[in-house]
């Protein structure tokens, strides 16, 4: 199984890279524009000035707000680019979690099944997982320069407010202008990406219920798996259920055949079983004592939310959030 995961993995890169890079380096290109550079160097000009006068800079200054407006320009032009890729990125993942659930099913089968198989039809593939055209995509989508341009000017204010010098607050802005934007469109379209795979994948599995019986929920298991998907890695879930999971996250279902068992060390056993420095730095030191002392389970972790464009979503709960107060004596020892 771990070969057949570690292609799936594979193969997502290379559809991601495919599309969704030549978006992110459309975005880098625009952010280097002489129109954004000349407004970068501009800025400096300004700080430089406002520095040597002992002056702030200010939210309402003039040529801090044309930096910002050359920033908006260019991410609504990565966004334009970024719609355009949006649906072949989710119909090629789509059809990887058809082909997936195929390959999971045969070895859990210990045998070739694809005669009996029924692959969903390409057109009912586009129309599982279509959330490039919900509207709560689109909303959100849209929404990204702005919200870029807002948290940007939200970092400057705050840097404004604790009196930093103007000449340090240009060139963290020169920085969140590089980072926020790529930060953005790679969550938005990874998730897109890995939702669709799953949407289908699950899809996949109904259409074959005839000769599957369940599905195990597996994560990647390695030092950045968070808590929540490790206590959830071994689930057993009815087939055609979709696995939900957080932004970015990448747990799948492996669907088992009638008649046979897929045996897998679940997140629970893999966890307890590791040298406790590893433990400790999965966990963080607070959740680990917590842990340690029984005051938290592993499930305890598992946290649900409500995502606008992607419905049910997991994620790992703070132990503030699973304790309140009492959360406290466990950090810092
Ligand atoms: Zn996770």
Redesign the pocket.
Known sequence: MPGVLDALNAALDRQYDKSAGAVLSALRQELRSPAVRNAMRALDAEAQRLAGLGQPLIPSNPVYRAMLGAVDAALRKAVAHAEAVTYALQLDAAALGNATTLQLAQLTAGQAITTVWNSPDPVALGRIADYAKSSAWQAQFGGIPRSVIDQIGRKALAGVASGRNPLAIAEDLRKLADNIPAHFFNTMMTTLQLTSYREAAAFAQLQNAHILSHQVRVAARDDR??L??IALSGEILPLGVRVD??HN?RCVGVPVVQGRELSVVTGQDWFNGLPTARQRSIMGVGNYNAYQQGAVTLNDFVGEYHDSVFGRMIR?LPLMQILGSNARQYYGR
């Open positions: 798996t968070c929540a998907c999971d957080h996250g790992p």
